[in-house]
């Protein structure tokens, strides 16, 4: 089913879980040492909702989010998406990474009707699907534009609309806003939110800034390294976004407070 005929979001479904984890182990393994990364995650995240991990380096999130991804695998444990056990990477997967992944000899249209036109999709529907992104990430006068005519937020928002115009089930995004300047990621952070409440996709976030994470989510997992576990989980009140200036306010700073220290020492 495609983004533009997409059922109308029914508030029931959101008690499923769309991504359920348990027990997942990762271990890496060098000829002489054996390295624990993940050691006995749970974790879901329901359908349409937005969750966020956040922690030190080195505790496992891209780890974690490319088993998630099916793009790397687990030691042990067990992980589905909507029921079915994850083995490999799939469709029903996009992915947004910190490093710009477009193809440099594509215009901004041809890098979001990628993944369509592998599929086979009809000329007609894909140019629909690439109107339809590129409007939402705002990028519509800029169809033809190479990657290289690009800033950096601007390539991030085709990044997210590539991934979206294959209707993937979950949004899976790796520290998208990292590299970007602090003006330009909290510009893209109000847009994937304005995305997220829009296209109703069930994000996860992965990232090792606290603020982003309660700005963006509505749970967020704290994790911590050595080896890398779940030490908390966090749920973010409803209304917190909706408060002015929100970063500056006291329920926003107690969040962070509370992060920060569970966090501890390893926070940077
Ligand atoms: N392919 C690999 N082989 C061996 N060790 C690895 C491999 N990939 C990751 N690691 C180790 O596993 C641990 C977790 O790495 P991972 O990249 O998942 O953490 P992270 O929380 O995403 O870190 P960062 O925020 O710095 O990206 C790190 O100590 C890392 O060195």
Redesign the pocket.
Known sequence: MHALNREPFVETVAAVSKISATDVTKV?S?KKSQ?V?LDRVSFHVDAHEFVSFV??????????L?IVAGLETMTTGSMSISGHEIDGPGADRGMVFQSYTLFPWLSVRENIEFGLTLKGVPLFEKRAISDHFMELVGLHKFARSLPKELSGGMKQRVAIARALANNPEVLLMD?PFGALDPQTKNSMQELLLRIWEKEKTTVVF?T?DIEEAIFLSQRVYV?Q?HP?TIRKEIVIPPGLRAVEDVKDSESFMKLKKQIISLIGHHEE
């Not at 922690?55 to 974690?64: D, E, F, M, R, T």
């Open positions: 890496y060098t390295f990364a922690g030190p380096s080195g505790c496992g999130k891209s780890s974690l490319r520290e992965i090792h994790m390294a890398g």
